[in-house]
């Protein structure tokens, strides 16, 4: 009987410690709190295009440069949307790893099929289905770049920092 309340114990002590890594749970650390403060600053891009490469590579300088990208980029398989290259980003923002963004780089001389079905489907309602799941997207103005954005914090400041994110996306090289 001892050992069955002992391996209870353990059982719950795993889940507990397992938690810890959920994500964002309501709770800001002091370096979310200070990055909120990006928002807030001029609108102007301080880096500015014209220094950057029009490539997947750039569009992450111009955004880091801008302070509103932050971590390191993860890989992501693009050919499954038609794209070139893709990369994804988390970190936090007023939250604990509670920002998401994805960006994929298409070639624009050579969109196949699910490029273009990509492409038209976020055009036309700014969404796309990706094995059964709707997901939100965004396309910049020259149309070579798309953006999957998720924040699990619904807050003013999040919005607005999203907003700034979406904005300095859409006009990359427009």
């Known amino acids: 009987m001892k050992k069955i309340w002992i391996l209870a114990a353990a059982a719950v002590l795993l889940m507990s410690v397992t ?78 790893n509670n920002v998401t963004v994805e960006f994929y780089e298409y070639d624009l001389n050579s969109l196949n099929d699910a490029a273009q079905k990509v492409q038209s489907s976020v055009k036309a309602n700014g969404t796309f289905t990706l094995l059964d799941k709707t997901i939100s997207a965004s396309l910049s103005d020259s149309g070579k770049y798309l953006m999957i954005y998720k924040d699990t914090v619904d807050q003013e400041t999040n919005k607005a920092y999203a907003e700034k994110v979406a904005k300095l996306f859409q006009e990359f090289k427009s």
Not at 66 to 90: C, E, F, H, P
Request: charged content about 20%; glycine content about 16%.
């Open 19 to 96: 938690a810890c890594g959920a994500g964002d749970v309501g709770g800001s650390s002091s370096k979310a709190e200070d990055s909120s403060s990006a928002v807030s600053s001029s609108s102007a891009p301080t880096v500015s295009q014209s220094s950057v490469e029009d490539n997947l590579g750039g569009l992450q300088k111009y955004l880091a440069g801008n302070g509103v990208l932050s971590g390191d980029a993860t890989k992501m398989r693009a050919d499954v949307i038609g794209a070139k290259s893709g990369v994804r980003y988390q970190f936090s923002y007023n939250g604990k």
